[in-house]
């Protein structure tokens, strides 16, 4: 991967989706893998069974107990427990995957079914480090497959909204973006308390190795890493910046065309224990980033800031005063523009504020979409998917280097996007790409 990226970062980093022509598969029919299918990855096999052109012929879970119960939805599915075997005895057999597994091991698999030259549906974030994703986005362009990050409310009515909104210049020139997820009822993304420092026994039906892939090796502890607390850990996850900031995010960048950002900064909150221990394991409690973008013709200036806030960090209160409703939404991204605001709630329709100033403006009539189909479609020939990879590798970048600012608080990182590197703070650089575990690692 680091020679990859090397190869990559030579020139400025410049992607042209529609340079490959994409052709309907012979046979008609979407023969699809997926490689995790618990939790969400249960909720993505359903989304795909329910396109009538696909067919699931093989299924991938370390969890033998998960791996049955899907099997029990699609009878005569071909089963594996590691991903790389699928990979290899199913090569003549499928067209595509999907990727619904921890942060720390999308781009193995991505990358390794790229290779293979199949399409790709990966679950965001598209992967754990910035170094992956820029080499994976690339693999991806190259390889000219189709490819869909998880951002499935980008094909909703409201984002799609909002993005042509954004791009019509609704509220004039954008002067500031907030995001936020405050959402409450999330103590599994807040673990506290230190690592175990001694593992049980791995159940009979789970395999481990497998699951601990490229991280380090840990040992298994029930209801600290399987199923799903595994995004709190530095080691598996992005924490919730990486996972819901790529929801909240996505409408913003699409709509205004944003490019790598300048700088990056970020403050903390650790509610259990504030110490450098502490975090080196789990990501923080709350978080603040500030990202400062170059601007362009849709914005005031020539640097647009962009602000990230979770936890028991808010949005302003001045900005939260803008929304005239009881409650500010509890997810939600707010631009300010020279001529109003654009409230765009999560997994809700957009507002334009202040309401009295746009009673004229109507919705535009948009046909529903659904994020999985709009991908199945593409690789039979339709139109390019909603969030492709050379749309939302770019974005996620920018939203992993909040997680780099999160390692190193309190610290402006500047970025060069490049060279992929923090010219005035290189002690930062390291946390710009992992080594994997021996044994995990890509040729």
Known sequence: MRTAATAAISAPFILDASAKTFTTLPAGKLRH?????????????????????????????????????????????????DWRELIKKEKNNIDSVNVTVPDHSHFVIAMSAIRAGKHVYCQKPMCHDVAEVRVLTQAAVKAGVITQLGTQIASSKGDRTAVQWIKQGMIGKVKHAYLCSNRSGIAGYRLEGPRPEEGQPVPNNLHWDNWIGTAPMRPYAPSIYHPAIWRCWQDFGTGWSGDIGCHIFDAVWKGLDMKAPLSVTAEVQQS?????????????????????????????????????????????????????????????????????????????????????????????ELEERNHYHHFVDACLGGPKTESHFAQTGPMTEAILLGTVAIRVPGEVLEWDAVNMKFPNQPEADKYIRRTYRKGWELS
């Open 33 to 81: 893998a997926c490689i995790g299918v618990g939790g969400m990855g249960a909720h993505d096999l359903q989304n795909f069974k329910s396109h009538p052109h696909v067919e699931i012929v093989a299924l991938c879970d370390v969890d033998e107990d998960i791996l049955k119960k899907a099997a029990e939805i699609i009878p005569g599915a071909r089963l594996y427990t």
């Open 272 to 364: 259990w224990q504030d110490s450098p221990a502490r975090r080196k394991d789990t990501w923080p409690q709350s978080n603040h980033i500030t990202w400062m973008f170059p601007g362009n013709d849709q914005t005031e200036s020539s640097v647009l800031p962009v602000e990230w806030f979770d936890g028991e960090f808010y949005p302003p209160e001045e900005v939260r005063a803008l929304f005239p409703g009881e409650k500010y939404p509890e997810e939600a991204a707010m631009l300010i523009g020279t001529e109003g605001a654009l409230l765009i709630p999560h997994q809700a329709m957009p507002v334009l504020l202040p309401e009295s100033k746009f009673t004229a403006y109507t919705y535009p």
